[in-house]
């Protein structure tokens, strides 16, 4: 059921993800100019990496909370509760670095892409 | 002359438009890749991974505010300092193209290195902060040192008089 709860969260989180990489990664804007088809190039690439870089952090976020559980589950079997409480509080870091990940780094990125200076030359 | 110096200094302001770009869309790439390296060492119990992907993730958010931010005025400042006529005589027009340029290359040169930082970071290894700020520090004192040395040499030169 756990699981199950995590997968939807992590469904909707990377709904929203990939609404900010449309956004992020879009070539509307300024342009390089006589750089713009390499940006163009460099700008698809990112995508595509954003994308392997997502499922690979839900991937290997699903796989941190499995092996916390299965600690925690040891920890309770020998009756460490020293051992479960590492588990617990791994699988609550686990789940906060995905929400940042998925949502803090999106709006970080916008506010970068707001600062944008114009040349100084 | 002036016209040479209008392409070059496009050119270079379209770079400058390129890097930022680029900066914004790796540094977001990096700050991911940082995330997931935490991920993994925090399974693992690799503690000192979990330290410096953190510590990068900072790092990098520092390095773009500093480009984005600090970067721009503090160009404007130093380019004012660069003399913008190397004295008198036929080597005049020479010295205008030099200190026009001289601005836009190292303003580029610094947005440049702040880039690589970030590209190091994106593929996984740490951001250094302090490389990219002596990289930084390296352009301005050179471009200093050049609007100091530029009506030097045209009195040693002897053409004005």
Known sequence: ?121 | MNEALQIIQNVLRQAWVALTIFIVSVGALAMLAQVLRTLGASTMGARMWVYESIASIAAILTLVLVAFLAVPPVMKAVSASVPSSAGCGPISELGMLASGLIAAIVGVRILLSFARTIGGAALGGTAEISRALAEAVEALFGMLLAGVVIPLVSMFIGVCH
């Open chain 1, 1 to 121: 059921m756990f699981f199950a709860f995590a997968t939807n969260v992590f469904q909707s989180i990377m709904v929203r993800t990939v609404v900010a990489t449309a956004v992020l990664f879009d070539s509307t804007g300024p342009s390089g100019g006589i750089f713009a088809p390499i940006l163009d190039q460099i700008l698809s690439l990112c995508r595509d990496l954003w994308g392997v870089l997502v499922g690979l952090v839900i991937v290997v976020a699903t796989l941190a909370m499995i092996i916390s559980v299965l600690r925690g589950a040891g920890g309770m079997m020998i009756g460490g509760s020293k051992e479960t409480t590492v588990a617990v509080v791994g699988v609550v870091g686990v789940v906060l670095l995905v929400v940042i990940a998925f949502v803090a780094i999106p709006q970080l990125a916008n506010l970068m892409k707001s600062l944008t200076p114009a040349a100084p030359f």
